[in-house]
């Protein structure tokens, strides 16, 4: 849950100290609403329901408002019951519900948090264009990979900075490296295709060595 609080902190997102602070025992019975987690992590944690909406925050006089995709996002636990005899599958007709209850409240972007889902439930999310879902698993949430200290910082370009990037090298964006949208720190930035990202590397000989890459 702190992994999920730390990335929209990330992303520009307004994220309440309580949140932040929030101890398993309190996330366990505000969020999931139980009392106790059972031998196989977290249950019975809804199918569909809205677990918080985050706003971005406003930038300060002078600053850029395109630094990443601007849009307030919707978080949805959509853990099912587990065990030999459940279903922990999230479906498309869970999808289905996650988008209308995002729709209700005037956003156009969600994230869900999963143990599994079926093939179905992928393809819903792919191919409906009124919404972006972001979906993620409960195991990519157990560490933060951008303090992993062989992570080196991403940054994300704006517009403006990226048209300058390109400018100076005399380049189209295709021609920088690639990196994919499902790479881990590209879901955990939450960019789009067509984004560039500038990675910053610390080197002994150089002190500090920034590449580029472009989202695909």
Same mark, same amino acid.
């Given at each position: 849950y702190k992994t999920l609080q730390t990335m929209?902190? $990330?992303? &520009?997102? @307004?994220?309440? $100290?309580?949140n932040l602070n929030l101890s398993l025992d309190d996330f366990k019975k505000k969020k999931l609403g139980i009392d106790e987690l059972g &031998?196989?992590?977290? =249950?019975?944690a809804g199918? &569909?329901?809205? $677990?918080? @909406?985050y706003e971005l925050i406003a930038p300060k006089e002078g600053e850029d408002a395109d630094i990443i995709e601007k849009q307030d996002i919707c978080v949805f636990w959509v853990l099912k019951d587990y065990g030999? $005899?459940?279903d922990s599958k999230v479906s498309a007709d869970n999808v289905k =519900?996650?988008?209308? %209850?995002?729709?209700?409240?005037g956003c156009n972007r969600a994230l869900m948090i999963v143990r599994d889902v079926t093939a179905q439930c992928k393809k819903e999310i792919e191919i409906d264009p009124a919404i972006k879902v972001e979906l993620f698993f409960l195991d990519d949430l157990q560490v933060n990979i951008t303090e992993h200290n062989l992570v080196p910082k991403h940054e994300v370009l %704006?517009?403006?900075? @990226?048209?300058?990037?390109l400018k100076k090298y005399r380049i189209k964006d295709h021609q920088l490296p690639k990196i994919q949208s499902s790479d881990p720190i590209a879901k955990y930035l939450g960019?789009?295709? &067509?984004?560039?990202l500038k990675i910053t590397r610390s080197s002994e000989t150089a002190g500090?060595?920034?590449t580029y890459r472009h989202v695909i």
């Open positions: 929209f902190v $990330d992303r &520009g997102y @307004k994220v309440s $100290d309580e &031998g196989n992590g977290y =249950q019975g199918t &569909g329901k809205l $677990d918080s @909406k030999p $005899d459940a =519900q996650v988008i209308i %209850n995002t729709l209700s409240t %704006n517009e403006e900075q @990226k048209y300058e990037l960019v789009n295709r &067509g984004t560039v500090k060595y920034v």
